[in-house]
C-alpha cells in the first residue's frame, strides 16, 4: 500500500474519519512524512495517483487521488526540508534530491490548488487539489513516463 489511506472512501471509513481526534490525525500524519524514504517512493505514489485518476470520473474518488498527489509532495517538502514549497518546515529531513527532481515536484506542487471541494471528507474545511492545466499536464506525464490522458468525450 502505497498511501496511508484508501484512494476512494466509502461512507463508513468518511464517517470514520471524521469521527478521527486530532491527536490521532497528527500522529498518522507523522507516520506519513516519516514513511517517505526517497524521491523515487514519492515518484511512484504520484504515477500511481495519476493513474487511478485517469480511471475516475469525478466525485470522492477523483477527489483522493487528486489530494493524495499534493500530500505526497508535501510529505517529501518536509523530508527535503522545505525545498519544494520554499518555506523552512522544521522537520530537517535529509533525503537527497536531484536538480531535475527538485524541478519536476515544484511543477508538479505548482499545479496544486486549494479546494473546500468535498470538504467533509478532509479533517479540515479546505484541502489542496492537483488540478493541472493542459500544458503542465502533457510535461509531467512525460517527465513521469505516464501515458498522456485521453481528452474525454
Known amino acids: 500500500m502505497k498511501f496511508p489511506f484508501p484512494i476512494c472512501l466509502t461512507a463508513t471509513a468518511t464517517t470514520l474519519l471524521a469521527l478521527t481526534p486530532i491527536a490521532n490525525t497528527q500522529?498518522?500524519?507523522k507516520t506519513y512524512v516519516d514513511s517517505i524514504?526517497?524521491?523515487?517512493?514519492?515518484?511512484?505514489?504520484?504515477?500511481?495517483?495519476m493513474q487511478n485518476q485517469d480511471k475516475c470520473a469525478v466525485g470522492s474518488c477523483s477527489n483522493s487521488n487528486r489530494t493524495a498527489i499534493c500530500e505526497a509532495l508535501g510529505a517529501l517538502d518536509v523530508q527535503i526540508d522545505g525545498k519544494i514549497v520554499g518555506q523552512m518546515?522544521?522537520?530537517g529531513g535529509n533525503i537527497p534530491i536531484s536538480s531535475?527532481?527538485?524541478e519536476l515536484m515544484k511543477l508538479?506542487?505548482?499545479?496544486?490548488k486549494?479546494?473546500?471541494?468535498q470538504y467533509w471528507n478532509f479533517d479540515s474545511v479546505l484541502h489542496v487539489l492537483y488540478s493541472p492545466t493542459q500544458q503542465a499536464d502533457v510535461e509531467i506525464r512525460k517527465r513521469l513516463e505516464l501515458p498522456l490522458k485521453r481528452p474525454r468525450r
Do not use: H
Not at 38 to 47: D, F, L, N, P
Not at 108 to 112: D, E, L, M, V
Not at 114 to 117: A, F
Open 37 to 49: 524514504k526517497s524521491v523515487a517512493q514519492v515518484k511512484q505514489q504520484i504515477r500511481e495517483a
Open 108 to 112: 508538479i506542487f505548482s499545479q496544486c
Open 89 to 91: 518546515s522544521g522537520a
Open 100 to 102: 531535475s527532481d527538485l
Open 114 to 117: 486549494p479546494s473546500n471541494y
Open 27 to 29: 500522529q498518522s500524519t
